[in-house]
């Protein structure tokens, strides 16, 4: 299984970002697909999942700002970030797993991560 995610970068308060993680098709559409992070001396945290009906979930810190989304033509995730703020600052993760769960320890496929730097 290879996830492998881009986008990452830095970025100002209240700017924007789309991260991209590209999955093999069995992955895509089977399989709950989510974003993680991960902050310097903070343990890895959930950002939002997307399940394989579409069925979306987001952590409380980024719901109204980030959106998980699925392009079915290239079998993509993304997660597009606004209004980002400084703690929005980690390595991100795309992660994925049989069904959708709120701890990354029960997720057995990862990314290699990308960073995400939100500073003015």
């Known amino acids: 299984v290879h996830l492998v995610e881009s986008g990452g970068g830095s970025v100002q308060p209240g700017g924007s970002l789309r991260l991209s993680c590209a999955a093999s098709?069995?992955?895509?559409?089977?399989?709950?697909m989510g974003w993680f992070r991960q902050a310097p001396g903070k343990e890895r945290e959930g950002v939002a999942t997307?399940?394989?009906?579409?069925?979306?979930s987001y952590a409380d810190t980024v719901k109204g700002r980030f959106t998980i989304f699925k392009d079915n033509a290239n079998d993509t995730l993304y997660l597009q970030m606004n209004r980002m703020k400084p703690e929005d600052t980690a390595m991100y993760f795309c992660a994925a797993s049989r069904y959708c769960y709120d701890r990354a320890t029960d997720y057995p496929y990862w990314g290699q991560g990308t960073q995400v730097t939100v500073s003015s």
């Open positions: 098709e069995f992955i895509y559409t089977a399989y709950c």
């Open positions: 997307i399940d394989s009906d579409g069925v979306t």
